[in-house]
């Protein structure tokens, strides 16, 4: 079983509008509400892929029934702790030219007796998992290693653990050595210290990553596909041209691909097809961490993976 760990999930808001102008009254031509956060767009596609997983972190209040009842809708199981405060509303607005704009809220206030139920049940979860996928930012209160934590606790199960944050989070993360990280260039600045100037520069500060003990670093290079260190394999990722409708939560799309091809024992080729795939395909569909199953089996022939 894969448990997907999204500390700060959302209602997300999606408006359609014409165009966004300062100052002025514009109105929705449609308007659509999710059950949100990376972690959720991880859990959706691992889902669709037809995997067994459980969604965890915090919800309160209407918003935080709203998004259980939503997962409960598409067949997703979930397991929160319930807090006293409101789940998050994150609002993005698609204009005809097909830009998103987002402003998210910062998230509720946990209390550190929250916080305690959580970790128990995160250890509860542990036991019955393979893996462990962990999106997106913390709401307040909650220390910036508590990434670190919970990575140490699945190693000593030896689970796998796959993170995909950022700042602080992911910076005190990486020192618990995750199995999988997906860093941007600036983060991989971050990281490493070390300026990115180039693919030269990309190349080393993965290396570096991996050979520090975390097992696959996975870099994006947007249109140009990825590269990929797995346990000191470097590979060079393509990716077909695709017709891109909304790019955002293609990130979260890829991770759910990986979740599953390690969940399933694929070798290392196939868990990057699989998960190139799921990213590309959620690109080409106007909703967000989501994919079409044949869509992926097709782009999935068609990513081309180069040993470097």
Known sequence: MITIV?????????????????????????VENTAGGKGLHVANVAHILGEDIVATGYVG?????????????????????????DTRECLAFITDDLVQTEVLEPGPAVTLEEQNKFAKLYD???????????????????PKNIYAELIEKANKKNKKFLLDTSGELLKEGIK???????????????????????EKDIISHVKTLNNSGIKCVIVSLGAGGSLVCFDGKLFRVTIPKVHAV???????????????GIERG????????????????NAMIKETGWVEVNTVKDIMEKVKIQRM
Not at 246 to 260: K, M, Q, R
Not at 266 to 276: C, D, P, R, S, V
């Open 124 to 142: 509860e979860l542990l036991d019955n998992s393979n893996v462990i996928a962990a999106s997106g930012s913390a709401p307040k209160n909650v």
């Open 246 to 260: 909304n790019p955002v939560g293609s990130g979260d799309s890829l991770v759910g691909g990986f979740a599953v």
């Open 266 to 281: 694929y070798n290392i080729e196939k868990i990057i097809a699989l998960g190139t795939a799921c990213g590309t395909a």
């Open 6 to 30: 999204n500390l700060n999930a959302s209602v997300d808001k999606r408006y359609e509008i014409e165009d966004i102008v300062k100052g002025k009254v514009m109105r929705a031509r449609a």
């Open 61 to 85: 209040g209407k918003t935080g029934e709203f998004i259980e009842d939503k997962l409960n809708e598409i067949g997703i199981k979930s397991n929160f702790v319930k807090i006293k405060a």
């Open 176 to 198: 618990a050595k995750p199995f999988l990280i997906k860093p941007n260039k600036d983060e991989l600045e971050m990281l490493t210290g070390k300026a990115v100037i180039d």
